[in-house]
């Protein structure tokens, strides 16, 4: 059986060690020679590395393990590159959710104002790890989850167009488990329909294996208690997220006839976000304290006993999601997932140019594309206001210019003027200095 090799860019990631504990979990059905974690910030990225090591170590001593800030030693001889790097890490994402918010906006890290600053932040730094890729390893493949995902995928078909890179997300498969386990099925059994852009979608079917709709038992659900369920080994247990699943039931009430993604709540009840937010303490305060006190003490531990023997890494559906998507490539699988895809009709009364979430079938020449037919009004004229925005952001980017960043604000659904976009503006611009190009 062939063997692979993977970089994973943005070593030092939260996520990183959940990967690796998920690769190693599959080890009979996508074998690994070789894992390199690859970060720019050497010293986050040595304790989660020198812990992974350990962990390598005990478990699959036959992979050639390493860590480097060197991209020619990370991207040679490479299969997969895994991306989610965050350019500014927590620090900056507490600034972008933080400014909004002192003008009563939404300050959330990939919708809204938040999102565009961060989008105006990624797009550099994922053109070069795609380049570097490109440059040592042309055959690869680019796994990329780093965010802002819509705006980052559509900078890629802009600027690197014949790329081979597939921007994805987790949250639907984190909203198929819960449908799954509403249900009492297993989350592989679900066949489903569904259209948006990333971080804006909808469910227009879902079905089980022998064809059943499960939709009314679903909806039946969702009124009540949106895709609020307790489940184990879950990357979003915090009670901010349980009040965003349980939230799903607002945005559910107002298009009956789909189940919708989490994010939506940003666009259809921005006030009453702001309104629960503490404009001193956002969500990036809460991870800081949160997974990252967690990961990279389970990563220290590990390091000082010199064992990782009942480590504290978890796997989750961020995990399993990339590696299966990787599999399916290497081995042809022809599973069905949702990608982050060119829309060219897919979504018929749709811009052919909009960067679309939908399934597709993934095999090892990359993905097909599965058909969503028309869309309804509601759904549309949202999305037509959405992919403008994140048009606009990579128009902005590519030009430098400040004329074009304010329209995009000034079109975010979660921006009530013109005016505050200004203001939010001046402050992002300001507080990303080295970050974002200059704008004219
Ligand atoms: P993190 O800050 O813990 O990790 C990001 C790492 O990227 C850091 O170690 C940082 O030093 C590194 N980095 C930053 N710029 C880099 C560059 N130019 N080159 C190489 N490395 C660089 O963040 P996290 O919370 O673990 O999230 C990681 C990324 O994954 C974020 O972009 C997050 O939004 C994304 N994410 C996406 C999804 C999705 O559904 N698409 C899900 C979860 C996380
Ligand atoms: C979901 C989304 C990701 C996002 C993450 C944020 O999984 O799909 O795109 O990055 O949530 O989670 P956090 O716990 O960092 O707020
Ligand atoms: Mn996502």
């Excluded at 074998?31 to 010293?43: M, S, V």
């Excluded at 949250?171 to 099925?185: N, W």
């Excluded at 009709?345 to 960067?355: L, S």
Aim: hydrophobic content about 40%; proline content about 5%; glycine content about 8%.
């Amino acid at each position: 059986m062939k063997q692979f090799s993977i970089t994973v860019a943005g070593g030092g990631s939260t996520f990183t060690p959940g990967i690796i504990m998920m690769l190693l979990d599959h080890q009979e059905s996508f074998p690994i020679r070789k894992l390199c974690l690859y970060d720019n910030d050497a010293d986050r990225q040595s304790v989660i590395a020198e812990a992974c090591g350990i962990l390598l170590k005990e478990r699959a001593p036959q992979i050639a393990f390493s860590y480097t800030t060197d991209p020619e030693a990370a991207f040679t001889d490479v299969d997969f590159v895994m991306a989610h790097i965050r350019v500014g890490k927590y620090a900056m994402r507490e600034k972008d959710e933080k400014i909004p918010m002192k003008y009563g906006v939404v300050g959330q890290e990939t919708c809204g104002p938040g999102g565009i600053a961060y989008g105006m932040r990624s797009i550099g730094g994922i053109l070069e790890i795609l380049d570097y890729m490109e440059t040592y390893s042309p055959k690869a493949w680019m796994l990329n989850y780093s965010n802002p995902a819509a705006i980052v995928a559509e900078a890629t078909r802009r600027l690197r167009p014949d790329s081979r890179i597939i921007n994805i997300c987790d949250m639907p498969l984190g909203i198929m488990v819960r449908m799954a386990r509403i249900l009492g099925i297993s989350e592989k059994d679900l066949d489903v329909s569904y259209f948006g852009l990333n971080h804006f979608g909808w469910w227009t079917a879902v079905k089980d294996r022998e064809g059943r709709d499960l939709m009314p038992q679903l909806k039946k659900y969702v009124k009540e208690n949106g895709y609020d369920i307790n489940i184990e080994e879950d990357q979003h247990a915090d009670q901010s997220w349980h009040e965003t699943f349980r939230k799903v039931r607002d945005v559910y009430a107002v298009d009956p006839d789909t189940l919708p993604n989490t994010y939506l709540k940003y666009y259809l009840y921005p006030d009453y976000v702001v309104e629960h937010t503490d404009p001193n303490y956002t969500r990036a305060n809460q991870v800081m304290d949160g997974r990252e006190k967690k990961v990279f003490s389970a990563a220290r531990d590990i390091i000082e006993k010199g064992t990782a023997e009942d480590c504290g890494f978890m796997k989750d559906d961020h995990a399993s999601y990339i590696v299966d998507l990787a599999r399916a490539l290497a081995f042809n699988t022809k599973e069905k997932m949702l990608l982050i895809v060119p829309n060219e009709g897919a979504i018929e009364n749709f811009d052919p140019t909009a960067m679309v979430e939908i399934p597709c079938i993934v095999g090892k020449d990359g993905y097909e594309k599965i058909a969503q037919g028309r869309i309804p009004q509601f759904q549309k004229g949202l999305m037509e206001q959405q992919v403008s925005v994140e048009k606009l952001v990579v128009e902005a980017w590519i030009e430098g210019s400040y004329q074009k960043l304010w329209q995009a604000l000034t079109l975010s659904k979660t921006v009530p003027s013109a005016g505050i976009a200004k203001k939010i503006l001046d402050d992002l611009i300001e507080a990303n200095k080295g970050y974002w190009p200059e704008l004219k």
